[in-house]
């Protein structure tokens, strides 16, 4: 399957991990959108959130969002954003699950 987090997450494309165990993985997004701006991934290929839902795989979701908001209490303790774009329209652009972490600065709304 060509998809660009599973060689990351096989690491057969290096990505210095932020975080990692036996089911997630954090990086840092290559185009950062604030001066903290992680990916949380889990190592095994979901499209989106709807597919693991599908999936049905709770321990793995609660994993990926304890792992997000830790990250993002770490590097803002402030305040911080989770964001998980689900689709064409929800602007999701690599088809591997991930939750961005976006910290470091104050955030607006609505996003666009
Ligand atoms: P999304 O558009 O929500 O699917 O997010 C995909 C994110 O992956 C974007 O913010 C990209 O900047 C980021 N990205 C794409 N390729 C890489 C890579 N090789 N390493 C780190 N981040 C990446
Ligand atoms: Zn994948």
Redesign the pocket.
């Known amino acids: 399957m060509e998809c ?1 987090f599973c060689k ?1 997450a096989a690491g057969e ?1 290096p ?1 210095p991990p932020v975080y990692r165990d036996d089911e997630v993985l954090a ?5 950062p959108q604030a001066p903290t701006h992680l ?1 949380v991934m889990p190592l095994a290929h979901h499209a989106n959130i709807g597919a693991l839902s599908d999936a049905d795989d709770a321990a793995l979701t609660a994993k990926l969002f304890a792992v997000a908001s830790q990250l993002g209490r770490q590097h803002g303790p402030g305040g911080y954003r989770l964001v998980m ?1 689900t689709g064409g329209d929800g ?4 088809d591997h699950l ?1 939750v ?1 972490v976006l910290a470091g600065r104050a955030m607006s709304w609505p996003p666009g």
């Open positions: 660009i990351i494309i990505a990086i840092a997004d290559i185009n990916l774009n602007g999701q652009t690599v991930h961005h």
